[in-house]
């Protein structure tokens, strides 16, 4: 089968550093992407690795090592406004446009 | 502005009643996405289409269905609705043009079939 794991939850204080993690197991790989979603809202695009090693993006870092089917995304310098939830994403094939989400990882970011 | 658009927003209806959710973007994209989401499930795509006439299941695409008729809309159809459609809606686009994986969602439309 096909699945993605993720933490449901991570607690974090203002200002530190946070790292959300994902594992995948799918039927094709062709690039993980990293989704930002707040409550009520639609989910926003972050960050893609197709290939291993890391991306930054701002404040925001995201990692693949495909041999170890494993990613993750770093959020520096925490705020308050990046409390919200954040979903990996597999794409499963080079030509086609289906996707695998991971179950969401719920970040609450504390004053 | 571009943007991806749904409509209804919300919606209520009842078992076997036939409905249409519409998708539509304006940034002359290519890929068009449906997913549907539930609590602890991430999201799960029903539906997607490559271009106009071109479509494909998803994971979860069994009560749905899709039509590409024009290339900026992707409306979603539930022929007779049942109570574990209930959900929340999203419709996502993204261009092929190196960018395929970058996806932009509508505000998503929350359905719920009594």
């Known amino acids: 089968g096909q699945s993605l794991e993720q933490p449901s939850e991570v607690t974090a204080v203002e200002g530190a550093i946070v790292q959300i993690n994902c594992t995948y197991q799918?039927?094709?790989?062709?690039?993980l992407s990293w989704y930002q979603q707040h409550d009520g809202g639609a989910p926003t695009f972050l960050s893609y690795?197709?290939?291993?090693g890391l991306e930054e993006t701002g404040r925001f870092s995201s990692f693949l090592s495909r041999s170890d089917s494993y990613g993750y995304l770093l959020l520096q310098e925490l705020q308050m406004k990046d409390s919200a939830s954040y979903f990996c994403?597999?794409?499963?094939?080079?030509?086609?446009?289906?996707?695998?989400f991971g179950p969401g990882t719920r970040l609450s970011v504390l004053p | 502005e571009a943007q991806v658009t749904q409509n209804p927003r919300y919606l209520i209806t009842v078992t076997g009643k036939k409905l249409t959710v519409t998708c539509s973007q304006n940034?002359?994209?290519?890929?068009m996405s449906w997913y549907r989401q539930d609590p602890g499930l991430g999201l799960r795509q029903i539906y997607y289409?490559?271009?106009?006439?071109?479509?494909d299941k998803g994971d979860v695409p069994e009560g749905y269905k899709v039509s590409r008729k024009e290339k900026r809309n992707f409306p979603l159809i539930l022929e007779s609705p049942s109570p574990n459609q209930t959900s929340l809606y999203f419709c996502?686009?993204?261009?092929?043009?190196?960018?395929?994986?970058?996806?932009?969602f509508g505000p998503g439309t929350r359905l719920t079939v009594t």
């Open positions: 996502a686009s993204s261009p092929t043009s190196g960018r395929a994986y970058e996806q932009y």
């Open positions: 799918t039927s094709g790989f062709y690039g």
């Open positions: 690795n197709a290939l291993d």
């Open positions: 994403a597999v794409r499963e094939s080079d030509y086609g446009q289906n996707f695998v």
């Open positions: 940034m002359n994209h290519e890929y």
């Open positions: 289409s490559m271009n106009v006439e071109v479509t």
